[in-house]
């Protein structure tokens, strides 16, 4: 009766020697893996943004979370006039980074996305652009 | 019929078949770039390579070569799946593959190939074409870079459209699809080039970008504008119609389109379409609630049904659904007691209703479109009606070089189709149809080129005295045609075994009523050339639905007044109430102050409409509509083809069909239920009109239905109105330009990107006697007003003759046109 109380005792005691697990959050930060799949970016490449609206990223999409609009701009080229992923409905699998055939798209490290407003969880072109 | 063996299966096939067209009959696959099945085999790309065992294993095109008895086909084997490999390898060497930014992604057979066969690496390197982009033309993007070189462009608008806009230019790899002198494409913007190119060289530029292929959801559907009545499918995104898809395999045409079905479609989501109903307060319109608007409308009806009918009249446009016609035919009769309602200004159906019902007992066409390339000689009034028409003009294309048929004009001016090999056109004064029609029948008689039938039909003899009067010497010089042409061309005609006559109607064409309807008819019952496969006449009605407005007897049918007396109506006083559904009398009916005028002075004016119109802004209520793509029904078009329209987006705005307005409009005036759905009111004209007797909206399915037509035949002469000469004077002729089909055109922005305003046009001498020269600003003047229009200065306009076409609100030709067959102007700088 007595034996398993004292061994519950003794991991409690051995713990106050050991180094702590829990991260201090937001006071410490984590280290974020390299290829985790944290917040979208649209990559940018001689100041544009690099996607060219070809629309398979959101055909993609098992979530059907994003929007994408194309645009022709002065030299008749295609672009993404308007580009918007609805975060509170992605699923954060990445199948739009791995589809996107100009590599485009990147996830990025970033994974705090919490917010007050649902209108602030659908991140429309410029906050998605890639910030060097 | 001949037998052989593809793949292990045994087909059998007319001898005329490819192994191409065999082996789709057997349900195997043979992968194509270059083969379209409305056009010659052509043999360019070597991607149908099969392998025929009598040939010693030889690899050899299907798509060009004939069967023959006992063939022994191989579709895939190694070798040919190698070959295959190569031609997609050479093709991709030089080829940009911008899949991401290139419309044709998705529905595009290089990228479908290379996918099916695996092509991953290219075994050569070269660079890429560097060719210059045609951004310039308003319709079509032509990016030669991906270009295959499968000719398709160049041969459908040579074969069927016979444009000719395209040719193979430069030798060897520099060889391209080039244009007149390499410019930027100037054409008819027909699309059929962009319709059948196999890759993303030819794209929409109104579509362009707007969608991605896969993600269109797919509507089957019939073009809105004219009668042809052409099967088309709409590609709708988002509750947007955003494109017309090609369907090779969709209607008699096999989805050929011209542009304004093609490229028109802008107008059913335009911005200028009406959201809201609008009531007139203080003398402005303003937005008001469906209730609102709807209890004032049923409650002035009402006043005007206790008053006895006769001071509400109906004027409606023939591009509603029949169920909509239908209704609104019910609405006056039932609802209101009243027999004043009518359509294109009434003259341009009375060739049906009038002419057509005396002479041929029926109001419809005695031929299909069918009997086109079944005939052996095609008389056409009018080099107009490939403007009016375009898909029937293909048809007339295909059957003068394919199946050599001959082919007449009589024409007021010279035209495209005239140009046509074996055409030969006999240009008249304006106006003067009914006169030589006459003469030509004279001919038949003095010379005894009859038919044995026809002394039988009734009014033989009557018919006999009257054409007295038109013998080729006497009407020759007031036709402005030689005796000895009229004698040909009623001697062509008499001895042809079959011959069609091909009369296009319209707003613009006053002069084609009634009485050259029976002109027709008496040449056809005198040749005995009725009643029979390619033979009897083709009554282009203009607008989608003409055909079925005149069989629904949208026209006064008991001594009511028509759309000419509707007006001196509404001006006298006589009638208060006035209901317009889709018309657009201010630019389109004759007279244009006349019509402002009777408008104004209307007590009370609804007006059903998609856009407010220069009509719908003198409206008291403005009701929205819905287009032919929120809603369901049936058309009927020429050839009395009926066939079905599907709802492919939701109402714009809080526009209602013209259906539920009339529906709910019937059933409070009448005080009976109203009708369930569509396919209720189609089981009524089923139940009520014989033409349609046993048909049901469900059997209609794709493809729809011919109407069954009967004929009563009856000479009943027609004279020739004397068309007064002024002297000095030009003859102005109204009508259809290609690019616009009544006003509605104005709203889509593909023809407005080609043919954004009014014009006339005018022959080389006059334009150089009078120093005008293209794109000058000119005067016209008439008895009836004056207007400034744009000068288009051509070769299709003899001395003397102008034509101007009819559908722009702004500087309208209605304002000094007033209803004649011909209008005597002067021009002036
Ligand atoms: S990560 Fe997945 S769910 Fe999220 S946007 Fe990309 S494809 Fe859609
Ligand atoms: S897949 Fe890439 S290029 Fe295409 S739309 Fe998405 S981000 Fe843009
Ligand atoms: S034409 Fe076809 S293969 Fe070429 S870029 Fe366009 S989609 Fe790709
Ligand atoms: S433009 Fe298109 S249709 Fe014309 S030859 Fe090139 S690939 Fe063929
Ligand atoms: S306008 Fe007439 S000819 Fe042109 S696509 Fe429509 S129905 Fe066919
Ligand atoms: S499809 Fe037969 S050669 Fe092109």
Known sequence: MIMPLLQGLKITFLHMFKKPVTLQYPKERPVVVPNYRGLHALKVSHEQAKCVACYLCPTVCPAKCITVEAGEDAKHDKYAARYEIDLLRCIFCGYCVEACPVDALKMTQEFELANYKREDFVFVKERLLEKK | MVNLTIDDTQVTVPKDATIFDAAKAAGIRIPILCHDKKLQPFGGCRMCLVEVEQMKGRQIPACTTPVTEGMIVRTTTDEIVKARKLV?????????????????????????????????????????????????????????????????????CDEIVSYGAYTFMNRGIEAKIGTEFDGPLNCEFCGSCVSVCPVGALISRPFKFKARWWALNKVKSVCSYCGTGCQLTLGVKDGKVLTTIYDENQGFHNGQLCTRGRFGYQFVNSDKRLATPLIRKNGVLQQASWDEALTLVAAKLAEAKNAGGKAVAGLVTARLTNEELFLFKKLFKDGLGSDNIDHSAGYAHAALTAGAMESFGTVASPAAISDIQASDLLLVVKTDAYETHPVLGFEINLGVKRKEIDLRIISDKRGKL????????????????????????????????????????????????????????????????????????????????????????????????????????????????????????????????????????????????????????????????????????????????????????????????????????????VLPACSFAEKGGTYTSVGRAVQRINQAIKPVGEARSDFAILNGLVASLTGSAPYADVAAVFAEIAATVPAYAGLSLAELGDTGAILPVTIKPRFVPAGAAVIPVESGKLALVTGSALYHCGTMSRFGEGPMHVCPEGYVELGRDDARALSVKEGDTVVVKSASGELKLKAKVGTRMPQGVVFAPYHFGEASVNSIAAGAAVTWVSISK
């Open chain 2, 418 to 621: 005239a140009k046509l090999p074996k055409a030969v056109t006999y240009v008249h004064k304006p106006g003067q149809e009914v006169a030589l029609v006459n003469a030509l029948a004279q001919v038949i008689l003095a010379e005894n080129l009859q038919d044995a039938t026809a002394t039988g039909i009734e009014g033989f003899e009557a018919l006999k005295q009257q054409l007295a009067d038109y013998a080729p010497e006497n009407v020759a010089a007031t036709c402005g045609l030689d005796a000895d042409a009229i004698k040909n061309l009623a001697r062509d005609y008499a001895k042809a075994a079959k011959a069609l006559i091909i009369l296009p109607l319209g707003l613009g064409y006053p002069g084609h009523g009634k009485a050259l309807a029976q002109a027709i008819a008496n040449l056809t019952l005198l040749t005995g050339k009725v009643g029979k496969e390619g033979c009897g006449v083709l009554y282009l009605g203009e607008k989608n639905n003409s055909q079925g407005a005149a069989d629904l007897g949208v026209y006064p049918t008991a001594g009511g007044a028509d759309a000419d007396a509707i007006m001196t109506g509404c001006l006298n006083g006589s009638i208060k109430t006035l209901i317009v559904a889709g018309e657009n009398p201010v630019v389109s009916y004759p007279d244009r102050k006349r019509v402002e005028a009777a408008l104004d002075k209307v007590e009370f004016l609804v007006v059903q409409d998609l856009f407010l119109t220069e009509t719908a802004a003198k409206a008291h209520v």
């Open chain 2, 88 to 156: 997609l390898e050479l093709l991709l060497l030089k080829h940009p593959i911008d899949c991401p930014v290139c419309d044709a992604a998705g529905d595009c057979d290089l990228q479908n190939l290379t996918y099916e066969y695996k092509v991953n690496l290219n075994r050569f390197q070269d660079e890429k074409f560097q060719h210059q982009i045609d951004y310039e033309n308003p319709l079509i993007e032509r990016d030669m870079n991906r270009c295959i070189h499968c000719g398709k462009c160049a041969r459908i």
